[in-house]
Structures are given as C-alpha cells and as structure tokens.
C-alpha cells in the first residue's frame, strides 16, 4: 500500500473483532518500534504487552476507555536512558522517542489490516500500579490493537483536515 494512503486511511478504532492478535503480527508491530529512531540512538522505549485475561483486568481496573480490544500495547521510556539536551536543561528526549515508536507501531499495526486507538486519557500512577512497572518507566501513552469489527467506522472529524496556509509557514 503507498505510505500517504496507508497513513490517510488509518483512524483510531474503537470497536474491535474478539479475534486474537497473531503472534508474527505482533513481532512485527514490535520490530516496527524497535527499528524508529530515537534521540542519540539510545532506545528508552519500554513496551509492555498486554493480551492475557488477567493482564487487561489489571489495566482496566483504574482505565475509562475499555474498547474491548484484544491486545493493548502500553508505552513508556526509561527516564534513566532517554537523551538529555544540555542546551534546553537537559530536557529529555523520552516523550519524543516514544510518540514515534508509537507512531510506527500504529502505522505497522495498519499495513497489516489492525486498528489502533492512542489512548493518551489515563492515569499513569494508576497504570504502573496495576501493572507493575518499575519506578524509572514513564508511561505516556497506550494502543488498543486489534482487528476491526464490521460496524467499525472512523469518526465524522476523521477526513477534517485545516489547511496548509493555517498550518504551515516559509520562512
């Protein structure tokens, strides 16, 4: 599929099949993160799988947007790992990184005929609790993943787009 179409045709799914994600297709997804690029090269992303009974009942016990989906991915970076830019106080790269290793993930997820939804409204402290996660991994955002169901749709504001002369700027 041409990458603009692929990219166009994605919206986040909210209503998903009760198929199981395919093993090869997750390794995919994950190769997908693992091979985008990160700040210094230094790979701070940290993502956990989340397909077991258990593992979703842990995540939705503190969650609001329980799509039902089979599979979510929750996605963080070691703070401890992420570049720091000496130049902005030693900012870190950590929220950056892992937005693109969530947008290859998403866009990956997408040439393989699964939907994702960028759920960014939880509470992180919440999460890290009921998973488990260590101290040092700041989640900042979680995909739902899996096959769409039939009467899935993408929203009204899905093909809303402002213009360029609104968004960009030449200088």
Known sequence: MELLKLMSDRYACRRYSTEDVKEEDILKILEAAKIAPTAHNEQPQRIYVVKSEEGKAKLMKDFKFDFKAPCYLVCGYNEEEA???????????GEVDISIVMTHMMLMAEELGLGTCWIGFFDPL???K????????????????????ED???????????????????L
């Open 83 to 93: 570049w720091k830019n000496p130049l902005d106080n030693n900012k870190d790269s």
């Open 126 to 128: 919440a999460v890290k």
């Open 130 to 149: 009921n998973l488990e996660i260590p101290d040092n991994i700041k989640i900042v955002g979680i995909l739902s993943l899996g096959y769409h169901r």
């Open 152 to 170: 899935d749709r993408p929203s009204k504001l899905h093909t809303i787009r402002r213009s360029n002369e609104e968004l960009v700027k030449f």
